[in-house]
């Protein structure tokens, strides 16, 4: 599933969320909750860097208790 960047035209907020290819349906902003949200051009990875990435990733996901996007060591050591 792709990560989408969105732009909330109430209130300016940027977000991404992760979405299947198949739902084209506009999310609500989660800052102030307006359906008024534009999506956003990606930027693309720089040769190099989708390892930083992947890393700054998974560190929000365990931030926020996504085990999905832990890596095999990390599951391990948290027991998923």
Known sequence: MP?????CT???????LLR???DDSAPACP???SPEVKRLLS???????????LKGARSL???EGHFS???KSER????V
Not at 3 to 7: C, E, G, K, S, T
Not at 10 to 16: H, N, V
Not at 43 to 53: H, N, P, Q, T
Not at 76 to 79: A, M, Q, R, V, Y
């Open 10 to 16: 109430a209130c300016e907020a940027e977000f991404e």
């Open 69 to 71: 996007n832990y890596s």
């Open 43 to 53: 930027r693309v990875a720089a040769s190099g860097e989708s390892a930083k990435l």
């Open 76 to 79: 391990k050591k948290s027991g």
């Open 3 to 7: 990560i989408y960047n969105y732009r």
């Open 61 to 63: 996901a365990r931030k």
């Open 31 to 33: 800052d102030c909750g």
């Open 20 to 22: 299947s290819l198949s």
